[in-house]
Structures are given as structure tokens and as C-alpha cells.
């Protein structure tokens, strides 16, 4: 009796082996996405909470301007009083946005739009939405190949801003 494995049980174990790599990498690939998303939710919502600081340290109405299918836009300006609030006359600049990342969806007051800025006002470094409104909601997603997203809910009464 010869001794050793036959040509198709080898062949049957290198595509069991193979199988099982392919649902490996797939398994891994989702859940890197899903990192890399909810990493990039962080960084947006830290920029967020540091924009606040800036307001509050600095005496400047700075935020974000996000519009769809565009990168978010940096805003500050000077803050002239409590009456008067924000000047006007804006500086912008681009604000770094990872490729990867789409800006899927923006509401406020759980009406869909098309672009939305949001301020923080000094003193207090108070929340404000231009167009005006209590609460606002950014969904970020990755869409490629399957969709994933992360919402970020901002209250202006309240000042509150949480990653869902």
C-alpha cells in the first residue's frame, strides 16, 4: 500500500484553505472600513469641539460650511457684540477631507439640504446653524463597494454634539 496524499485531496484542501482566506479578507476589509469611518468621525467631531475652544479663547465666530458633494470649508470672522453677533465679511478655506469619505446626507431640523454652516458664537462659544435651526445632523459614509455611515447630532439649545 502506497503511503501519501492523492493529487485531489490536496487540490480539495488548498481550496478549502483558499475559502477560507477569501472570507478572512473580506471580514477584515469591513472592519477596517468601519474603523477608518468611525475614526473619521472623531477627527470631525474633535475639529468641531476645537472650533468651540477657538471662539471661546480667541473672541471669533469660526465653524464649518459643509455643502454636498464638496469638501467642508473652514469660516471664521471677527465677533463684533452681542447684538450684532458675527461680521459678515467671512474669510474661508478649504478644511482636509479624506477621498474615501462622502458626506451622504445633512439635515436640520430633520429636513434634508443641500449645504449648512455651522458656527460657534463668543462668548460662550454658543452653537448656531445657518440657515437657522435647533438641531443638525451629518451622516458621513463610505460607499464603496456596500455603504456604511455614521451620524454626528449637534443641539444647538444645548450646545451638545455626539457621534450616533
Not at 42 to 70: H, M, P, W, Y
Not at 127 to 146: D, M, N, R, V
Amino acid at each position: 500500500m502506497k503511503k501519501g496524499f492523492t493529487l485531489i485531496e490536496i487540490l480539495v484542501v488548498i481550496g478549502i484553505i483558499v475559502m477560507l482566506a477569501t472570507i478572512g479578507l473580506g471580514v477584515f476589509s469591513g472592519a477596517r472600513r468601519n474603523l477608518t469611518l468611525d475614526l473619521e468621525t472623531d477627527k470631525l467631531i474633535a475639529v468641531l469641539q476645537s472650533l468651540r475652544t477657538a471662539s471661546q479663547t480667541q473672541c471669533l465666530c469660526v465653524g464649518l460650511r459643509f455643502e454636498r458633494n464638496k469638501s467642508p470649508q473652514k469660516i471664521t470672522t471677527s465677533y463684533r457684540n452681542r447684538v450684532q453677533k458675527c461680521d459678515p465679511n467671512e474669510t474661508r478655506e478649504a478644511f482636509s477631507w479624506p477621498k474615501e469619505i462622502a458626506l451622504a446626507d445633512l439635515a436640520l431640523d430633520e429636513t434634508s439640504r443641500d449645504n449648512l454652516e455651522i458656527l460657534f458664537i463668543p462668548p460662550q462659544g454658543n452653537l448656531q446653524f445657518k440657515p437657522a435651526g435647533e438641531s443638525a445632523q451629518l451622516t458621513l459614509a463610505i460607499t464603496s463597494p456596500t455603504m456604511i455611515s455614521k451620524k454626528i447630532l449637534l443641539h444647538a439649545p444645548t450646545g451638545r454634539i455626539e457621534k450616533k
